[in-house]
């Protein structure tokens, strides 16, 4: 039957087909990204994940029952070639495929909804329509593969530091920090939210003498936001470790990105060229700037900012372009921080929050927690919140909280900064917004 495998398997990948296997017999198995028919001679080109290989099929040395098989080839058909490989200066590696054996595994309709190879460019909502076609771009794969390299150099980062993967809920009772941006869904009888963050849980295994814990995964935010940077599904990437301070955390912050930097040059070098994408991996410790210099900065630019505001998007670009690079912005006013961040002694004013920004765009915010239960309580309460709303998490602190700090950073965003993406929503597979819930 037409489609199957059988007995074929791919013994070599596109990247594989070098100046070094000339003179051997493979199977490559991939996608028709191009066809070139000149009559006694046709090209095509086969793409997979690692890349095109070309296959030429001159008219004297291809059986004709193989040149009318190419010929109905179309673009973006899953095909399987047999073939000899021989060296070509001009082709793609080096190297060319004289095919001796041809298989259809599916053939692709035509007329595409894009055009993968962007001879006709798309627009942004519909390649996002067509996502799985959109993938097929070497530019966009590229995006993911780094993105890819990037989770697995944090997870191996804390493996060696001593940290224990947890997976937190993401149906949740209440809110995390308080606020209206939630999700509301019916959970059977009663109304559940969305979770908003795991940070509550990552404090109660504080509690249950995890030491350090992270987690990987999804964050949903109800906030009306249209903007290059914001999705309402997001990936976070958060760390919570006891006996630690924020510049503990601080510090564990600056060596896992410095860490990253450094995988993602070393094994995405070929995706970060197709990006024209390049890294400067910072040397040491990260600049601090306080929340009161950062004021005194953004009010130099003309950009009007109050103490005790958060930053507008003018004030961060403002800051942003007086800083550069990656930066910690610390001392945030206690205000406008959630209930479980532990103020200043003698200085409640100000807290023990950081935000970590790349220019003007915010890529995570940590703090030292508040480990006290009757302090905590009081934070609560001022915020306008109901302790009771928060029991099981309040429990915690009853019965041995340590002293704690931690952070998120949003996973997307630290793609976007490693990529050179200026639009977060191409950093994400399906992304997520208040305008987008398909595909």
Known sequence: MQGLLNDWRRTNYASECTPEIAGSDITIMGWVHEIRDFGGIMFVIIRDVTGRVQVTAPSKKVDEKIMEELREFRKESVVAIKGLVQEAGKAPNGVEIIPKEVKVLNLANQPLPMDPTEKVKAGIDTRLDSRFLDIRKENVSAIFKIKGQ????????????????????????????????????TYFEKEAFLGQSPQLYKQMMMAAGMDKVFEIGQIFRAEEHDTLRHLNEAVSIDAEASFADDEDV??????????????????????????????????????????????????????PMEWGEDLSREAEKALGDTMGGFYFLTRWPSEIKPFYVMPVEGEEQYSHAFDLMYNNLELSSGATRVHQYDLLVKQIEERGLNPAGFGSYLKAFEYGMPPHAGWGVGADRLTMVLTGAENIRECVLFPRDRHRLTP
């Open 150 to 185: 990037m989770f697995h150099t944090i997870r191996d980062y804390f493996y060696d530091n001593g940290f224990y993967e947890i997976n937190t809920p993401k149906l949740v009772a209440s809110a995390t920090e308080g606020g209206t941006e939630l999700f509301p869904i």
């Open 250 to 303: 601080m510090k564990i912050l600056n060596d896992m990105l410095i860490n990253v930097l450094k995988d993602v040059n070393e094994n995405c070098a070929d995706e970060l060229a197709v990006l024209g994408h390049e890294l400067e991996v910072p040397k040491g410790d990260f600049p601090v700037v306080t929340y009161d210099e950062a004021v005194d900065i953004v009010n130099s630019k003309d950009v």
